[in-house]
């Protein structure tokens, strides 16, 4: 309920009102008559669009704008509101639920990623206002922290808005609105259940608003709490069955033909299901005299069985052979639980000033298992022959190899599994006075304080010293069995039988593993002030609008981690630690400049003009701007056109953190595999180039089948990134169709010094490219030399990855939008299709080199054509929707990596893929709703031989099926 002052009635038409989806008439917010009636006799009203802070008359939008509603959000068996926004075509799906896991820190974060260029080029506002970030060091802000059972509806802009918003916004922002004057109880209980697995979800909401003191106040309380289950691998038929690739003469059985070397026909290798390691286990395996011997659960040695397909050069075999299944270690869905309560209220003070309050305290909790401690080709694995648990008969194949030691390659299950438990706290406070200084001066002030706290425990996690000695077992004197180094006997070393799965006790685990804990706090300050005048002069054309103000922000974050891992004594990552703050004040401008009106072809006319300057403590002054023609043709048809440059000024774990231990996926371009598989004018160059490495003549060692060491860190000596953005779009409403919008528009986002630490690939590929090795590239990469004790002469040892101002990004594509709303069958339909197809992707890891780049469009990731498809039905009580989702198929491999290898494999993309969910509900007369939904109603399954847990796959739903009830009730 509003209350009855002019006051009320305009500031909340001005924050609650919306723009649909970039149309003059959104199908996903309507408007009656009666209430444009009411409202006649009032201000007029005045709309605040997202991407501008000029209010003006109607749902006028000067750039591209996408709108969901906040019904949209949870009509969903999604268990927060990030996965169904991840799930746009504008927006990647970078950070999910499914793939959160896949670093150190991050698991059950859900990040927003507009147009795939990174979470952290993509601005989260709550209301307008800047969000205090959940991930250290950066201005990443966790949709998890957004109540959802508040969200009004949440606006998607295209393209650089720095210069309303400031800094990070470089390719746009996602703006959420809140609901105001929020007036009676509402609750809901949802229980969500998977049919292929013993997978579920939960979510419970709770909100009450009401009126005070004559309805000048209004004040609301609202509680949320979700959860869901971990889901492993192996747990659903979909991603249980292990996939590896072998080589072409180990599947066909005979070696390829030289013509035939790069032929998409006789790809390089075969990845086929049923198909792993064999030269790895849980319970052991080691190469004796030239044969692989694998041991029982109690130890006792036999050969591994090699039957089926077979490839030695890679170590993979297929069923029925011994291989290992890596997928029993991948969890395709965390465990995860969030809480949150929050409050929000407004007072009238006067009949000209509004104060409002908003708090909330947000918890999340999330649990991600991933691979043991493990031993593959390396030192640590190594047994010596008088190890106290070797059997005779171990014993006897040793002696008749003359191996005084063997390497044991093993995953330690008997240690337990890794896993990492993430808890994040974050608690926000806004407080806030709207007003007017005249009939046209509006003006809001506001003060922002939020911090986030993460604890990070990392269980399982072995003590590299005291594992050496606790596998390093031998008899006493009398007998026993101890650990052979005496000063670690006397630190309480256990012995450990490195031979099977039952060797490891209770003490043994206590004495080799520990439990590591980080932690890390972020917090943000924002003092900001906005005038706003729609009406600050008369032209011919209308009266020019005007808005500005100023933003003063300071953004501190830190994490401390475990003292004892730092020493890099554990298995565990030696990260580096973030400690840095900046500040930045901000002054913008923004002027809306009628040109033309009512001329032939020209309705209205309208030039958009914004501003911004910004000194930060640490990159000093920058400056971002807009220009945008805003053109009515007529009633039906309007164009708009925008260009602008925004920026992205580094961020605190940028600039600042210390080195960290990172691990690398490769493929080392020495070895003859990878130099025989290349192109012959490109393998010329690295043979070369490789030779002057000191990589031997034929060096092929397997070494880089496992990850390798890198060392990441921070560099104060970063500059800002830049973004040139243009927009040019068309929006078409028929009067002949009555209901029916449309939309198109040209996007393009031209990212210049781009903060990048290049890939560990190409700094390997680039090293060996160049002329010489004396290059930048060459001078990050460490190789072993001539040490038969330490390894193989020629393996990489440690890759350094620093981040700088080197790379562009530009991607370029066309946003299209219908929206077509009628009434029929006795009740009111609604419908929406909305979709991206992206024409560049571009990718260039030097900026000074335009002609090389690497274009992601219509790789995975980056599909080509991604659309989305709703129709709503309402009559009386009953309603009824479906949502659709396509994406078109995609390759796995990059236009660069195929010119450099055109057959890596058999499996080169996936196919187009498209879900639909269904949901249907019923509203009792007495307040109560029974909601029933099915997401992917037709059961659609996984690409091929993907667990939708990367990057990029984590679009595809690996669930499945998915059923649930929602009961709500209200008054």
Request: proline share 4%; net charge negative.
């Amino acid at each position: 309920m509003s209350s009855n002052t002019d006051l009320a009635k305009s500031i909340r038409n001005i924050l609650s009102l919306g723009i649909g989806a970039g149309l003059l008439v959104s199908p996903s917010v309507a408007f009656s008559q009666d209430d444009a009636d009411e409202q006649s006799a009032e201000r007029t009203e005045r709309i605040q669009v997202t991407g501008s802070r000029i209010l003006r008359e109607g749902a006028e939008a000067p750039s591209p704008v996408t709108v969901i509603s906040g019904q949209d959000l949870i009509d969903s068996g999604a268990m927060n509101i990030g996965e169904v926004l991840s799930r746009l075509p504008a927006l990647a799906n970078t950070y999910t639920l499914a793939n959160s896991g896949r670093f150190i820190g991050t698991a059950g974060v859900s990040l927003l990623d507009l147009r795939g260029m990174g979470t952290s080029r993509t601005l989260v506002l709550v209301d307008g206002q800047r969000h205090v970030a959940s991930s250290t060091g950066s201005a990443s802000v966790d949709t998890n922290t957004i109540p959802s059972s508040w969200i009004d509806r949440v606006e998607i802009i295209t393209g650089g808005a720095s210069a309303v918003y400031g800094a990070d916004a470089v390719t746009g922002a996602v703006n959420f609105i809140l609901k105001r004057d929020i007036q009676g109880f509402d609750a809901t209980a949802t229980k969500g259940f998977s049919e292929h697995s013993d997978y579920e979800n939960e979510r419970f909401t709770v909100s009450y608003g009401t009126n005070f003191a004559d309805n000048r106040g209004n004040v609301a309380v609202s509680a949320e709490y979700n959860s869901q289950d971990r889901l492993n691998a192996l747990d659903h038929p979909w991603t249980r069955t292990s996939w590896s690739s072998v080589g072409y003469e180990a599947f066909n059985g005979f070696p390829r033909a030289e013509e035939d070397a790069l032929s998409p026909n006789h790809p390089d290798t075969y990845s086929i299901p049923n198909t792993g390691h064999y030269r790895l286990s849980r319970n052991g395996t080691a190469n004796i005299g030239g044969d692989w011997y694998t041991f029982s659960n109690d130890g006792q040695v036999r050969p591994v069985q090699l039957d089926g397909i077979v490839d030695p050069a890679r170590g993979q075999c297929q069923a029925p052979c011994d291989f290992i299944n890596l997928r029993q270690y991948s969890e395709i869905q965390p465990e995860f639980e969030r809480f949150n309560v929050n409050l929000r209220g407004n007072y009238e003070v006067t009949n000209n000033l509004l104060a409002t309050f908003d708090a909330k305290y947000v918890r999340t909790d999330s649990e991600d298992y991933g691979q043991p401690y493990f031993n593959f080709f390396n030192a640590r694995g190594n047994m010596q022959r008088d190890n106290a648990y070797v059997t005779d008969e171990l014993g006897q194949l040793m002696d008749d190899a003359g191996a005084q030691t063997i390497q044991v390659n093993k995953m330690h299950d008997d240690v337990g599994r890794r896993f990492e438990e993430n808890t994040r706290e974050t608690t926000r406070f806004v407080v806030g006075l709207e007003g007017y200084l005249t009939d046209d001066w509006s003006f809001d002030s506001n003060l922002v304080w939020g911090k986030t706290e993460l604890s990070r425990a990392n269980d399982n996690n072995v003590i590299i010293p005291n594992w050496l000695n606790a596998v390093d077992a031998v008899f006493d004197g009398d007998g026993n069995i101890v650990c052979r180094d005496a000063d670690a006997r006397a630190a309480g070393c256990v012995p450990i039988n490195n031979f099977g799965r039952e060797g490891v006790s209770q003490e043994a685990r206590d004495y080799v593993a520990t439990r590591s804990l980080g932690t890390s706090e972020i917090e943000q300050t924002v003092v900001n002030f906005n005038v706003n005048n729609p009406f600050l002069y008369d032209l011919p054309a209308g009266a020019v609008g005007f808005a500005g103000g100023f933003e003063y922000r300071e953004e501190k974050s830190s994490s401390k981690e475990d003292p004892f891992v730092a020493e890099g004594d554990t298995f565990f990552n030696a990260l580096g630690e973030v400690d840095g703050k900046f500040d930045v004040a901000e002054v913008y401008g923004e002027l809306a400049i009628p040109l033309l009106a009512d001329q032939f072809l020209v309705q209205d006319l309208i030039l958009e003009t914004a501003v911004r300057f910004a000194d930060y403590s640490t990159i000093g002054n920058a400056t971002s701007w807009k220009v945008g023609l805003d053109w009515t043709i007529n009633d039906e048809l309007r164009a708009r056109f925008t260009v602008s440059e925004a920026l992205r000024a580094p961020n605190i774990t940028e600039l600042f953190r210390a080195q960290s231990q990172t691990f690398y996926t490769v493929n080392d371009p020495c070895r003859a595999t990878n130099l025989n598989n290349a192109d012959p004018a490109v393998a010329e160059t690295r043979r070369a180039r490789c030779a002057e490495l000191g990589v031997p003549d034929g060096f092929d060692s397997t070494y880089d089948d496992a990850t390798l060491e890198g060392r990441t860190g921070g560099n104060a000596e970063l500059q800002p990134e830049e973004s040139t953005s243009y927009t040019v779009g068309l929006v078409y409403q028929p009067s002949i169709v009555p209901g029916l919008s449309v939309t198109m528009d040209y996007w393009e986002i031209d990212i210049t010094d781009t903060i990048s630490g290049l890939s560990a690939q190409r700094i390997l590929n680039e090293c060996v490219d160049a002329a010489s090795i004396n290059n930048q590239f060459c001078a990050r990469v460490d190789r072993r030399g001539a040490n038969p004790a330490e390894g193989e002469q020629g393996e990489i040892t440690v890759i350094e990855n620093f981040a700088l101002n080197i790379a562009r990004s530009l991607n370029r594509g066309i946003d299209f939008e219908v929206g077509y709303d009628f009434d029929a069958l006795g009740g009111a339909f609604r419908t929406g299709f909305l979709g991206t197809y992206l024409i560049d992707a571009r990718s260039y890891p030097f900026q000074e080199e335009p002609d090389e780049y690497t274009d992601f469009a219509g790789v995975l990731g980056d599909a080509e054509l991604q659309a989305r498809f709703t129709i709503d039905y309402v009559r009386d009580n009953w309603s009824v929707g479906t949502r659709t989702r396509y994406t078109s198929g995609v390759d796995l491999y990059s236009p660069t990596e195929m010119a450099n290898n055109p057959n890596p494999s058999n499996i080169m993309d996936y196919g187009s893929y498209a879900v639909t969910d269904l949901t249907g509900t019923y509203r009792f007369d007495n307040g109560v709703r029974l909601t029933l939904g099915l997401d992917n109603v037709l059961d659609r399954g996984l690409p091929k031989n993907t667990t939708g847990t990367g990057a990029g796959s984590a679009y595809y739903d690996n669930i499945g099926r998915f059923g649930y009830v929602r009961v709500g009730y209200s008054f």
